[in-house]
Structure formats: C-alpha cells, structure tokens
C-alpha cells in the first residue's frame, strides 16, 4: 500500500469497509505469523528518567511520584518467576535512569541470563552504540525503542530534550548490531494526522522492524498534555491492522495502553493483526509508581489468573498461548 492508501482506510468510518479491514490482517497475522499468542513478562526495574517528555508520567519534572529503583537480587527472582510461569521472555523496562551504567547494565543481563536462559529484551532508551553492543555481548536479544511518531516537528515538541535524529539512529544501530529491534508509536497525540500515522507505518516497514507497538496516548494528569484528549481506540486498532497487512510477519502486540481503556480492546486487537500480550511482572508496590499513563497500576497482579483468564479468552478466538522464545518469523 502506498501513502494515500493508508490514509484513506485508517480514516475509514464505513463499518462493513472496517471489518473487511480487520479480518484481512487477520487473515494475514495466520499466515504469517500463525496461531500463537506469544507472552513477554515485563519487569520495570526503575521509574527514574533524566527525561522531560510532556507526555510521561515519568518525566524528571513530575515532583508528585515517588521513584524507586528494585534491587538486583529482586530482578532476578522476578525474572526467575517469568521462567516458571512458561513465558519465553523477559522484558526489563525502566527509564532511562542516569545511574544505569553500562556495566551494570551487562551485570544484569549476564545473571538473569546464566540463572534462566530467557530471552532478554531491553526496554531503557537511548544510549550510545557502544553501550547496544556491549549489551548484546552481555547477552540481551532484544530491544524496544519506539519512535514514538515519525514527524520531526511533533516529535522536537513532546521531546525537549531530545533529538528525533537521534532516535532514529539509535534504531538504525540495533538494528546493525543484530538485535531484533522493537518501534512504535503513539495514536492521538496533539498535532498529529492521518497523514503522519501512515508515514509511522512506512518507517517501520522501511527499517525492517521486528516488533510494533501501537498504543492510545493517555493523558497523564502530572504532565503539561494533562488536559489533552486521549486517542481514540477505533485509530489504534485500524493502525494495527494496517501494519499487519504492511509488514506482514512483524510481531505485534495488544497493548497494555488498551487494556487500561479495556480488557476487550486487547482481545479486539488480536483479531485485528496483533500477536503478542505484555503481561506485566512488577509487584503492586513498584508497578503502581511506574506511572507512564494512568491506570496501569490498577490492572490486575495476579500473573496466574491473568494468564488463566487468556487462555479462556484466546481459546474463544480459536488461539493459543505460544511457547517459546517467539522471535520474529
């Protein structure tokens, strides 16, 4: 599909034109990258961030979070618990925390991988190409960076202390060094269009990344957007079904941003393109102080039942839980 393409189907409003849409890239997710619903069991590690984006619940300018960072010895039991409940993979999100290190960044991968043997994905930011290799040889696998939008003007806005160049080479980089690399963006932020959505989905499919994620922005009432309108869940799900169609066999997951919103926008996205759940690992304590949009601290922490609850519901849908890493086809 070209530009003009894109934008006319995610501004469709025709519900016979919509279903059509979602069960194409249905259709194409089981060609492509089958049945399996693939699980990553996300620890964040630390709310600290050097960052000020507008956006964020994170950001270094919000004084009313309280921040934390879990200790080693903890990470690894969680990761430990990832390993147990059957999920192939653990992601280690946290801000990006000046105190990180690159060494005890690599410390912390080489023990959670020695003690479990997932796979690892990392989820801190931007950082130096060194520090991306110097992870790789440590033993992570994967990593998450998501452009966030594709507009250099809208991006120099919501980012006043960083550089959309600089992001997109920061991906251009993981990419060289082998990993599969993970973008995406956000759907409803002040100042974006259909037009610039669409361009999103020809960047990552031009930069040939492995994994998407598409959320709704949600407004955070600590930040300058607090008063802004969130994005609308129809867009989110149109924009993943026109990614799967796009990129074919991409990894994709129904976001957690949805399941704030509700638990049946997720089971929606997966009959809409995605294959991928995020189920997040981190204690109530931690989880409900790592604030990104809010909402996120009142999904439910029992992983057990969560899990429970999806084989119930993917069984619904003529799914099922996958085992394994689950990479990229």
């Not at 016979?16 to 964040?44: T, W």
């Not at 043997?117 to 992870?135: K, V």
Request: aromatic letters at 6%; glycine letters at 10%.
């Amino acid at each position: 599909m070209n530009r003009d393409e894109i934008i006319r189907l995610l501004g469709t409003t025709d519900a016979d034109e919509v279903r059509a849409l979602f069960q194409a890239a249905d259709e194409e997710r089981r060609g492509s990258v089958g049945d399996d619903v693939h699980f990553r069991g996300i620890i964040e590690f630390s709310n600290y961030c050097e960052r000020n984006c507008l956006y964020c619940g994170l950001r270094r300018g919000n004084k009313a979070i309280a921040r934390y960072r879990i200790p080693d010895d903890e990470i690894l039991e969680l990761a430990g618990s990832v390993r147990d409940l059957g999920i192939g993979t653990v992601v280690l999100q946290a801000g990006e925390d000046p105190t990180h290190s690159t060494g005890y960044i690599c410390r912390l991968i080489s023990r959670i991988k020695k003690a479990t043997g997932l796979i690892i994905t990392l989820s801190i930011g931007e950082r130096p190409y060194e520090d991306y290799r110097a992870f790789k040889a440590a033993g992570a696998d994967r990593y998450l960076l998501k452009h966030e939008t594709v507009s250099p003007e809208l991006y120099q806005r919501l980012h006043p202390d960083s550089k959309y160049d600089n992001r997109i080479q920061c991906l251009r980089w993981l990419k060289s060094l082998g990993y599969e690399t993970g973008a995406g963006n956000m759907v409803g932020l002040p100042g974006q269009t259909l037009k610039i959505l669409a361009e999103d989905i020809l960047l990552m499919h031009e930069m040939d990344i492995d994994m998407i994620g598409i959320g709704p922005f949600i407004a955070h009432q600590d930040t300058p957007l607090a008063h802004t309108v969130s994005g609308e869940p129809d867009t989110v799900l149109k924009m993943i079904a026109v990614t799967r169609l796009v990129t074919r066999n991409t990894n994709i997951p129904a976001t957690t941003a949805l399941a704030v919103l509700d638990h049946g926008l997720q089971l929606k996205a997966l009959t809409a393109g995605a294959n991928v759940i995020m189920p997040d690992i981190t204690p109530p304590r931690y989880k409900e102080l790592y604030e990104i949009y809010p909402g996120r601290g009142k999904l439910s922490c029992d992983i057990s039942a969560v899990i429970a609850r999806w084989e119930t519901d993917l069984h619904g849908i003529g799914r099922r839980i996958g085992r394994g890493p689950g990479g990229r086809r």
